[in-house]
Nanobody, 118 residues
Framework: QVQLEESGGGLVQAGGSLRLSCAAS????????VYWYRQAPGKQRELVAS???????NTADSVKGRFTISRDDVKNTVSLQMTSLIPEDTAVYYC????????????WGQGTQVTVSS
């Protein structure tokens, strides 16, 4: 059984920073692409950042220059460093990963709440 667990969310003032982590556990062979999504109340889930197996990254225009995604394949974790946070960043943040085990499939974490106060 493979699980993803996010951590690091919380309440922060505008202009502050948070670092989210996504940790994979269980029986698997490798982690391929990893994606951070967020969903604000009443809005669709949106892709915030992604990182490939080789380490190449992409970030949404709305967070470009403020959010950085990185991965540690030894610890099987992916982090999302968020700086210069604004109230519009308030959302539940989800980790999604393509993981190779006995099958190849995507897994989701349970989400972590980020609230940015003005």
């Amino acid at each position: 059984q493979v699980q993803l667990e996010e951590s690091g969310g919380g309440l922060v003032q505008a202009g502050g920073s948070l670092r989210l982590s996504c940790a994979a556990s269980g029986n698997f062979i490798s982690i391929r692409g990893v994606y951070w999504y967020r969903q604000a109340p009443g809005k669709q889930r949106e892709l915030v950042a992604s990182i490939s197996t080789s380490g190449s990254t992409n970030t949404a225009d709305s967070v470009k220059g403020r959010f950085t995604i990185s991965r540690d394949d030894v610890k099987n974790t992916v982090s999302l460093q968020m700086t210069s946070l604004i109230p519009e960043d308030t959302a539940v943040y989800y980790c999604n990963a393509l993981i190779v085990s006995d099958i190849l499939r995507y897994y989701w974490g349970q989400g972590t709440q980020v609230t940015v106060s003005s």
